[in-house]
Nanobody
Framework: QVQLVESGGGLVQPGGSLRLSCAASGTTVSIYTMRWYRQAPGKQREFVALISSGGTTNYVNSVKGRFTISRDNAKNTVYLQMNSLKSDDTAVYYC?????????WGQGTQVTVSS
């Protein structure tokens, strides 16, 4: 059974950094495209970043140049390094694995950017 567990969220001041982790079990993240999404209060869940099995990355425009998605195959974990955080980045962050016919989500990790 596939399980995704996010961690690394917290409270950070504007301009600060956090690194989120998504640890997977029951599958191998290196063979799938892995994605990070976020959902702010009162808003729909939105795509943030992805990393393909080949290592290609893509980001929503609002985080380009500030966020970096990466993967450690040995640890079966995907990361989201978030720098220069803004109040608009406040949200619950989720990782996602989408396979043919299935989509798996973690429980989410809260990121709050506030002074």
């Amino acid at each position: 059974q596939v399980q995704l567990v996010e961690s690394g969220g917290g409270l950070v001041q504007p301009g600060g950094s956090l690194r989120l982790s998504c640890a997977a079990s029951g599958t191998t993240v290196s063979i799938y495209t892995m994605r990070w999404y976020r959902q702010a209060p009162g808003k729909q869940r939105e795509f943030v970043a992805l990393i393909s099995s080949g290592g290609t990355t893509n980001y929503v425009n609002s985080v380009k140049g500030r966020f970096t998605i990466s993967r450690d195959n040995a640890k079966n974990t995907v990361y989201l390094q978030m720098n220069s955080l803004k109040s608009d980045d406040t949200a619950v962050y989720y990782c996602n694995l989408a396979a043919i016919g299935s989509s798996y989500w973690g429980q989410g990790t809260q990121v709050t950017v506030s002074s």
